[in-house]
């Protein structure tokens, strides 16, 4: 069973970085197709970016492009997402999900392709 484990969140000031990490067990990172989603309170799930499982594809939502970056060490079997010029509204739980391979760009922005997800870490961005 893929189990997935977030972690690097924290409470920053704008326009500082951060790095969140997802560590993957159960199953090699090379067989799934990746997402990272954030939910802030009283709002809905929403995608943030994407890594195809051969790495040549990566996808972001239109806050995150040119501020976030996608990665993925299939060696250590993690995911990375660098966030950089955080803003306030980017203060959210951020989840990494996992799905399976060969996926449509846009099933990879759905929330309901991925079938499996970590529990969640905290970023919170202070003005």
């Known amino acids: 069973q893929v189990q997935l484990v977030e972690s690097g969140g924290g409470l920053v000031q704008a326009g500082d970085s951060l790095r969140l990490s997802c560590a993957v067990s159960?199953?090699?990172?090379?067989?799934?197709?990746m997402g990272w989603f954030r939910q802030a309170p009283g709002k809905e799930r929403e995608f943030v970016s994407a890594?195809?499982?051969?790495?040549?594809?990566?996808y972001y939502s239109d806050s995150a492009k040119g501020r976030f970056t996608i990665s993925r060490d299939n060696a250590r079997n993690t995911v990375y997402l660098q966030m950089n010029s955080l803003k306030p509204e980017d203060t959210a739980v951020y989840y990494c999900?996992?799905?399976?391979?060969?996926?449509?760009?846009?099933?990879?922005?759905?929330?309901?392709?991925?079938?499996?997800w970590g529990q969640g870490t905290q970023v919170t961005v202070s003005s």
């Open positions: 890594i195809t499982r051969s790495s040549s594809n990566t």
């Open positions: 999900a996992a799905a399976g391979p060969f996926l449509s760009p846009l099933a990879l922005r759905r929330a309901q392709t991925y079938g499996t």
């Open positions: 159960g199953r090699a990172l090379t067989s799934v197709d």
